[in-house]
C-alpha cells in the first residue's frame, strides 16, 4: 500500500495510529472532515491522490478477496444482493452488472441489495469523481453524501458492482453487531486468509493509494 488518507471528524490523531497499525500503512495523512458530509471528506483528499482511488468505511470487517475481486474489474463496487433491509444500510441498483444508482433503502422495490461501503475507482473515473464533487461543493453541498457525486458519475463511466452474497462480512454500527463480527465473521475471515491465494490474474497493475471514511461511501 502507497498510503491511506483518513477523512475523519474527532481523535484524528488516535485513528492515525491505529490506522498505521492495522492497514500496515508507513503513511497515513488525516484530513478533517467536521461537520460535513462523505462528499466533503473525500473532496479534501483530492490534492493527495494520484492514480486509482480505494475507498473504504472504516466499519466494515470483510475477507480480502472482496477486495481483490474490485481491484480487477476496473471501477467497480461491492454489495450483498442477500441484504434488503435495514436504516443504516446504503441501496444498489444494477443492469448488467453496472451501476445505475446507489443510495436510497436497500428494501425498495428497485435494489438488487446493500452497498458494503467499498469502491475502487480508476483514474479517470475518480478524476471524473472528484470534478463532480467540486461542482456539487459549489452549489453548497458540503453536507452531501458522496453516493450524490457516484450518481453522476455513474452516467458517464461505467462501475461495475461485484455481488459478495457468498462470503461473510459485517458492518459494526453499534455495540450489538459486535459478537457477530467476533463469533461469526472474524472467524470465517481469518480462515479464508489462511487459504493459500488464488494465482494473480494477468493485466495492469497500476499504484494504488487508498482513501478510508468512518460511514458509507
Known amino acids: 500500500m502507497d498510503g491511506l488518507i483518513l477523512a475523519t471528524g474527532n481523535r484524528a490523531r488516535r485513528h492515525q495510529l491505529n490506522a498505521m497499525h492495522a492497514a500496515g500503512a508507513q503513511r497515513v495523512t ?15 483528499a483530492r490534492e493527495c491522490v ?22 480487477h474489474r476496473g471501477s467497480a463496487l461491492a ?10 444500510r446504503v441501496e444498489v441498483s444494477t443492469t448488467d ?9 436497500p428494501s425498495s422495490p428497485g435494489a438488487h441489495g446493500e452497498h458494503l461501503g467499498l469502491l475502487h475507482l480508476t483514474e479517470d473515473v475518480a478524476r471524473a469523481t472528484f470534478d ?7 452549489r453548497g453541498g458540503e453536507r452531501l453524501s458522496l453516493v450524490t457525486a457516484l450518481n453522476v458519475v455513474a452516467r458517464r463511466h461505467s462501475i461495475a458492482c461485484v455481488d459478495i452474497a457468498d462470503l461473510r462480512w459485517v458492518e459494526i454500527d453499534y455495540p450489538k453487531d459486535l459478537p457477530t463480527a467476533r463469533t461469526e465473521v472474524w472467524p ?8 493459500p491465494p488464488a494465482r494473480a490474474r494477468t ?6 493509494r487508498a482513501a478510508a471514511f468512518p460511514s458509507h461511501a
Open 30 to 44: 488525516v484530513v478533517s472532515s467536521r461537520q460535513t458530509g462523505t462528499l466533503h471528506a473525500f473532496s479534501l
Open 79 to 88: 454489495f450483498d444482493s442477500r441484504s434488503r433491509a435495514g436504516s443504516e
Open 188 to 195: 470465517a475471515v481469518a480462515e479464508l486468509r489462511s487459504r
Open 50 to 71: 494520484h492514480g486509482d482511488v480505494l475507498l473504504l468505511s472504516s466499519d466494515a470487517l470483510f475477507p480480502q478477496q472482496i477486495l481483490r475481486g474490485l481491484l
Open 132 to 138: 463532480v464533487a467540486a461542482e456539487l461543493l459549489q
Open 203 to 208: 493485466g495492469r497493475a497500476p499504484e494504488k
Open 97 to 105: 452488472g453496472r451501476l445505475i444508482r446507489i443510495g436510497g433503502d
